[in-house]
Nanobody, 126 residues
Framework: QLQLVESGGGLVQPGGSLRLSCAAS????????IGWFRQAPGKEREEVSY????????NYADSVKGRFTISRDNAKNTVYLQMNSLKPEDTAVYYC???????????????????WGKGTLVTVSS
């Protein structure tokens, strides 16, 4: 069974940090572009960050730039999202997704994702 599983979410105070993990089973992630997305209650899903299949290229939404870092460990078949200086507006369900390598360079990479996880909840609150 091919699936992505997110973990690492939880409750954190403003200014705190969390590291999310996206682990694959049934397939290897090293071929794929990986994206992190989030959806807050009552809002549309938004893109957070992408990493290319090689890991050599990354990009971030303006809202998280300088605070979040995406990385991948192909030996562990896992992609990470390190989130620092968290704000209440970062509260959302975070999803990871995998798509073919060329998706990274497309205008709408989220449209080409093949696999999606079920999400992990991040709550930033005092």
């Amino acid at each position: 069974q091919l699936q992505l599983v997110e973990s690492g979410g939880g409750l954190v105070q403003p200014g705190g940090s969390l590291r999310l993990s996206c682990a694959a089973s049934g397939f290897t992630l090293d071929y794929y572009t990986i994206g992190w997305f989030r959806q807050a209650p009552g809002k549309e899903r938004e893109e957070v960050s992408y990493i290319s299949s090689s890991g050599g290229s990354t990009n971030y939404a303006d809202s998280v730039k300088g605070r979040f870092t995406i990385s991948r460990d192909n030996a562990k078949n896992t992609v990470y999202l390190q989130m620092n200086s968290l704000k209440p507006e970062d509260t959302a369900v975070y999803y990871c997704a995998a798509g073919p390598p060329a998706i990274y360079y497309s205008d709408y990479p989220s449209d080409g994702m093949d696999y999606w996880g079920k999400g992990t909840l991040v709550t930033v609150s005092s």
